[in-house]
Every structure is written in C-alpha cells, then in structure tokens.
C-alpha cells in the first residue's frame, strides 16, 4: 500500500495488520473505486498514525520524505492508469510505477488480470503542493 501524508511517502508491504483487514481493506477500495474513480485520496477505517507507525519500524518498508520528491505525474496506459514517482533514495533515483489492480489470476504465475483508471490528479496535486513549497 502506498500510504500519502503531510510528511511524506510510505510503501509497506509487511504489515503488522490482520491479514483478514487487509483483504477487506483492499476489496472496499477496489470497489469505492470503481464507484467514484475521482475520489482516489482514502482513509482506511481501523488503520491509523499510531499503526503507521509501527508498520514503518519494519526496515522494509520504504519511507521517503516529501524533499525526496523529484517528480510526480500519471500515465495513462491501454490497460489502465499508472502514478508515476522518481524519488530520491540516498545518493540514487528510484523510479516506481503504481497502479491497482482489479483482480488477478494465479496459474501458472500470479499475475493482474484487471486494472482500474483511478484519476491519481489530487494524489498528485497533493503531491506537487507539498514539494514546491
């Protein structure tokens, strides 16, 4: 999950969360999403700064700061929408890729099926605000 704050930006992939919330997390926003595509900036019921904080002592979960931004925009592919990020990590540049996935298929190989079009403009405008100030 890629988590947007005041202070920056969160990647966590091991949480310290309930997988069962975490199922139910994700299908709610699957599903509020293709409702409202426009409405992409969520706040997750049962998940709150306090477990942020603890998902984030795990060291692999990313963490960058808002300075860490060096270009934020969205890509609009035949099969979906794609947030695209270029941060600083250290001395390097990482580029991300972001998109969601409706659902997936898991033979042979775990792999998407089915993206959405979420409209990422606030999460980048969001993004943009915090950076040129």
Do not use: C
């Amino acid at each position: 999950m890629l988590f947007v704050t005041n202070k920056g930006l969160y990647f966590v992939s091991k949480t310290e969360a309930k997988p069962q919330w975490w199922k139910s997390t994700v299908q709610r926003q699957i599903m509020m999403l293709i409702k409202d595509p426009d409405n992409t900036i969520l706040t997750h019921d049962g998940y709150d700064e306090e477990d942020l904080a603890l998902d984030l002592e795990n060291e692999k979960n990313p963490r960058y700061k808002m300075s860490d931004v060096i270009q934020v925009d969205t890509e609009e592919k035949i099969w979906g929408t794609i947030l695209v990020l270029k941060l600083r990590d250290g001395e390097k540049e990482r580029k991300f890729h972001l998109s969601i996935v409706k659902d997936w298929v898991s033979y042979p190989a775990k792999s998407p099926m089915n993206f959405l079009r979420p409209n990422w403009t606030p999460v980048v405008q969001y993004i943009k605000s915090r950076t040129e100030s």
